[in-house]
């Protein structure tokens, strides 16, 4: 843990939230160069968030997932919401060293642990959760304004930086940018035609897995929270139902447990809001819109990347795509 952080946050923690003696501890660094700490004040949880370089050059993009949560949780959806201060305010700034301010926020803990792999039960019980978290969201408006999952920061964006690291002249390379261009053409092309009704499209968690939420037993049976939504933007429902699904992308959907689970989750998630004929056919679509997501996020965000390395990589979401394609 980087000493300087450390300090000025505990210093925040006990002076603008009153905090007593604060232990703090990294629980991981994302991709985007969020930090997120575990923090502990006389017996009690909390998780604090110093937010990584996107939020630093736009803390709107902080701004947006705070006022969801709290809008989430007013509504009676169990997140871990963010804790204003003793002043009212739920984010302030770190100054540390000499770049941009960073944002800042404190959340509730959210009690119990990750499941995975995730049961039937429980991935159903994922997949209602996810579908009431999408009707309490469908009036959310934020303040600074709307944050899109559209076809250009799925597909286009990523493709942008892909384009970078394949030659015309090579023609493996060739062959790679042909599979990868076509298939999120066909992918934009899914989701663009699902209509704006229904329920199909509005603010989504943007990261909605089994990884971002923690279940936990209580005597009314499994109780589940939701955290992490630094992602979070308006788009296609289906979408956010891609990080669950995943398994579809490759062989692990072969192993019977995890089918069982996708269609546990898809199952929980119909029985609170029924899918649109367009969503059902989008399902794949979405899949592979994530593949190109957390590519355009490794391309975006990793440091040092070797180009063959990355040609590598390439090269196989390619081939994947070819053996899994998008069903006609």
């Not at 509730?108 to 792999?117: H, I, K, L, Y």
């Not at 964006?157 to 690291?165: G, K, S, T």
């Not at 089994?210 to 929270?225: A, K, M, R, V, Y």
Request: aromatic share 10%; hydrophobic share 40%.
């Amino acid at each position: 843990m980087n000493s300087k952080i450390e300090h000025a946050l505990r210093r925040l923690l006990r002076d603008a939230y009153g905090l007593t003696e604060p232990e703090i501890a990294l629980i991981r660094t994302g991709g985007d160069g969020n930090q997120t700490f575990k923090v502990t004040s006389t017996g009690s949880s909390f998780i604090a968030r110093v937010y990584g370089e996107h939020a630093r050059q736009q803390p709107s993009w902080a701004q947006y997932e705070l006022e969801l949560l709290s809008h989430l949780a007013d509504g009676g959806i169990s997140v871990a919401s963010p804790i204003a201060d003793r002043s009212g305010q739920p984010m302030h700034f770190l100054t540390i060293g000499d770049g941009l301010p960073a944002p800042v926020a404190l959340f509730t803990f959210a009690d119990g642990s990750v499941e995975w792999p995730t049961a039937p039960p429980r991935a159903r019980l994922l997949g209602a959760c996810s579908a009431q978290l999408h009707q309490v969201a469908d009036d959310f408006h934020s303040t600074i304004g709307n944050r899109s999952f559209d076809s250009d920061r799925l597909f286009h964006a990523p493709l942008r930086l892909i384009r970078r690291f394949l030659d015309d002249a090579d023609p493996d390379d060739r062959i790679t940018w042909k599979t990868l261009s076509q298939t999120a053409n066909r992918a934009a092309a899914l989701l663009a035609a699902i209509p704006d009704s229904s329920g199909a499209i509005g603010p989504i968690h943007g990261d909605l897995h089994q990884g971002n939420c923690h279940f936990d037993s209580t005597n009314d049976g499994d109780q589940l929270t939701f955290f992490d939504f630094s992602n979070a933007g308006s788009g296609w429902r289906v979408y956010d139902l891609s990080g669950f699904l995943w398994p579809l992308r490759d062989d692990t959907i072969r192993d019977p447990s995890i089918k069982a689970a996708c269609a546990a989750f898809l199952d929980g998630y119909r029985s609170v809001r029924p899918l649109l004929r367009e969503e059902e056919s989008a399902i794949m679509a979405s899949v592979k819109a994530r593949d190109f997501w957390e590519t355009g996020c490794w391309l975006e965000f990793g440091d040092n990347l070797d180009p063959s390395t990355v040609r590598g990589g390439l090269h196989s979401v390619a081939e994947q795509f070819r053996r899994f394609p998008i069903p006609a």
